[in-house]
Every structure is written in C-alpha cells, then in structure tokens.
C-alpha cells in the first residue's frame, strides 16, 4: 500500500486539536435558531428558582433565619405591646408606656441572654441542664407554699420580685425539660440503651410528670399543654415505638379529658369553640371579641395605634390575645407577616435538629422548635377560635418578661447549634478578620530614612 501522502505545511499541535474538540462540545445546539433556556420567562423563572434553592441550600441559611426572625419578631411584639397595653395603663393610673418600658426591661435582658447561650460551647449547655432543672422544680415549690406563691386570674404560678415585678417559674420549666431530658437522651444513646423502652421513658417521663404536676397544682393547664407537647417531641426524636409513642400520647389524652371535665371553668371554655354571640353571662365575651377585632382588620388593618377593641372590650389585649389585636391594626397583611416569621423560625430550627451529627443538638434543637411552635399554634388557633382559650401568651411576641427571657435563652441556643454545623462555622470563620497586621518589610534605621527589608537582610 502506498504511503500516505502528507501535504505541505505545519502540521496542528495536539493542544490546539484539544481545545477545538472542547469548544465544540461547549456549544449548545441550536433549535429554532434559539439556544434553549437562553431567554423567555420561563428560562427567567428557571434561573431564579436555582439561585432560590442555591442560597437556600447555604450554610448560614439557618443561622440567619434563626436571628432574623427572632428579632423581628421580638421587636414587632415591643411595638404592639405598646399600642395595645396603652389604654388599660391609663385606666390604672399609670403612663401609657407602663407595660412597654418593662417589656422593653425584659426584652434587653433577654437579648443579653440570647447573646451569651449563642456563644456558648455545646458542652456548657449540657452542663447547666442539672442546674437549671434543680432551680425550676425549687421555684416551682415555693410557688405552692402559703404566702410566698401569688395567685393571678385564678392560677397560682407566680413568685413577687418585689414591686411590680413577678416572676413565673413554670415558664423556665419548658426550657429546663428541654435541656435536661436531651442531655440525659443524648447520654443513653451513646450506651446504646435507647432501644430499651425502661431507658427510654425511666427517669425522662417521671419527671416531666412532676413537672407537670406541680403546674397543675397552680392550675395553668396552658403550661402544661406546652410541656407536654415538649415530652411527645423529645420522645418522637429518640425514635420511641409507634406502640409506646400512642400509648403515652392516649393516657394524656385521658388525663386532659379528666382535667376538662371537672373543671366547669375549662368546659366554659371548650364550649366557646367557633362561638359569634358572648352566649349567656357573657361567657364568650373574649373569645368573640378577639374574632371582632379580627374580622374588623380587612387587609391592611386601621392604622397603628387605632383598635377600637383595647378599649376595654377585650379582655387581656396586650398578653393572651395581642394577635387580635394586630390583626385588627394591621390587619391581614400583619397577621400574614407574624406566621411567616414563625414558619421561618420553625423550619430553621428542624433543618438545625436534622443535619446535626451531635445527639444532644438534636433533641434540644428539636424541642426548643416544638415548644415555640406549639406554643404559636395554641395561642393563634386560640385567637381564631378553632382552639379553647389555653391562657399561653405569643412567643416572644406577648407581654411578659417571665415567658421572655427563657424564649430569648431557646432561641440562642438555636443560633449556638446553627453556628456549630461544620459548613457553618467554616463559613463563618472566613469572614472574620484576620487579626494582627501584616508586616509591611519596612523599617526605621538610625539616619532617619526608610528603607525596605530585603529577605536575605542586606540592603
């Protein structure tokens, strides 16, 4: 055969044949002289939606959503404490701003909190949750000792701090649970004894039922509905059967039914479900007019500042029904922006307990998001009417400091856990500034000039 023939001329380098072959297969394929979600809407819609997802998917997206809502929410609450506790200040005889200069007290204390729990280690938070529990159930008792415990709209839950500061102890039992019972999880897990159901309910449910018990005593079942929902949680995270987990949740369920029945003041209240009239002896009268403002709210409410409803007409416009009250100053729109910065809050807080490696992180992360969102859920389906009237004020959005300051403290641990996630804090630590200066290779000699340093020292 004959050899092939090779024609005049330089022959193409390798490199170059490469990078030919690598720009063609870069292009796209045209069709109908289009490139292919190159414009258009939809390919508008599609770029937006994959740089939604992509910040979404960052590493700060929980830390962030955990501080910002927090804090919005915070600060909304402050000014709606303001607009509806004015009138019933001045009823009192004291200045409108009465009830908002201590809301705004306990607000900077509890920022102060939440600031020290999102810088501490892992390790101190499980350290503090012996103390914590031993402080609480303390408390707790004193509360039930003749002339020390203060009994306020028939429930006896509170300690007098002098003056007017009161101090309510079973709010800090939801956090103490909390703490106490992922510490004690976290420990029985890494012994491989969470399998068993002894270690699994023994001591974690004897003493939330203490707990609950000596709320009761007090007569607070709104409490004790939110610790409960914090037990079912902690149990739900450590995988506890479906059998077991139906069993505890149907004897509560008992208990509740029991507590509801003979207590006239409770079925009063389970009988205003959906209620539009006061009903007899006005026994309804909060529970409509909480609808009232509701409904009289429209879209963008009446103007700040401009219920008609905090005029005596509702009862407890600034603690247990303040949504009400925002709905009918900022009406829909604000209603809307409070559930959405709930519903920020809380799915920053599952995605912190489900991408943790930490068992502890887990179960307290979790249930600081059960106890916040069933919380909400209670007081606003209370506001609504699709719920009874539980007595449990807004997270961080209701007056009073007591349920203020261990919320603050809950939702600093959400930052801390967020802060640790490996991809978090490698994150963070690149956008801290390098301390120290770095040298500039210049020194001052003896003749007053400046001259630059060599590597090698010669000049």
């Known amino acids: 055969m004959p050899a092939k023939q090779v024609l005049p001329g330089r022959r193409p380098s390798a490199s170059k044949a490469v990078k030919a072959v690598k720009a063609q297969g870069r292009k796209r394929p045209v069709i109908g002289g289009k490139r292919p979600g190159g414009r258009g809407p939809l390919a508008g819609l599609r770029r937006t939606q994959q740089q939604l ?52 007290l306990a607000a900077v204390i509890g920022a102060v909190l939440l600031l020290a729990a999102s810088r501490m280690p892992v ?5 503090l949750s012996y103390p914590v529990l031993t402080g609480t159930l303390f408390l707790m008792v004193l509360v039930q000792v003749p002339g020390i415990g203060v009994s306020i709209n028939g429930n006896r839950n509170w300690l007098s701090l002098g003056g007017p500061f009161m101090l309510q102890p079973s709010e800090f039992g939801k956090l103490a649970l909390i703490l106490w ?29 203490l707990l609950l018990g000596l709320i009761m005593l007090g007569g607070d079942m709104g409490t004790a509905m939110i610790l409960g929902a914090i037990l079912f949680g902690l149990l739900w995270l450590a995988g506890a059967p479906t059998r077991m987990f139906a069993g505890v949740l149907a004897f509560a369920g008992v208990i509740i039914a029991l507590l509801i029945k003979t207590s006239p003041h409770r079925m009063d209240r389970l009988a205003c479900l959906g209620a539009t009239e006061p009903g007899k002896n006005d026994l309804c009268w909060q529970a409509v007019h909480g609808t009232y403002a509701l409904a009289s709210g429209g879209w963008f409410g009446s103007g700040l ?24 100053e900022l009406g829909l729109a604000g209603t809307l922006s409070v559930l959405a910065l709930f519903a920020a809050l809380g799915y920053a807080g599952i995605r912190v307990a489900g991408r943790t490696e930490d068992p502890f992180v887990r179960y307290a992360a979790g249930g600081v998001t059960t106890w916040i969102t069933a919380q909400a859920v209670i007081n606003i389906g209370a506001v609504l009417g699709l719920l009874p009237i539980a007595g449990v004020p807004l997270p961080l959005f209701s007056y009073g400091g007591s349920a203020l300051l261990p919320t603050m403290f ?24 390098k301390t120290g200066r770095p040298r500039t290779g210049l020194r001052w000699k003896s003749m007053r000039r400046r001259v630059k340093k060599r590597p090698s020292g010669e000049r």
């Open 305 to 328: 500042g401009a219920s008609v409803e905090k005029w005596g007409q509702l009862p407890e416009a600034h603690t247990d029904f303040i949504f009400a009250i925002t709905g009918e």
């Open 53 to 104: 997802r992509k910040a979404w998917d960052r590493p700060l997206t929980a830390y962030y959503l955990i501080f910002g809502s927090s804090m919005l929410i915070t600060v909304l609450g402050l000014v709606m404490v303001y607009s509806a506790s004015m009138i019933k200040a001045l009823q009192l005889g004291l200045g409108d701003a009465y009830f908002f200069k201590k809301q705004f």
């Open 410 to 433: 809950a939702v600093g641990l959400l930052i801390a856990f967020a802060r640790e996630e490996p991809a978090a804090r490698a994150a963070l630590a690149m956008r801290q500034p």
């Open 181 to 209: 019972g992922a510490d004690l999880l976290a420990r029985k897990g890494d012994k491989g004894l969470l399998s068993q159901w002894k270690h699994l309910l023994v001591p974690l449910v004897p003493v939330a039922f």
């Open 123 to 127: 390790k101190l938070h499980r350290a």
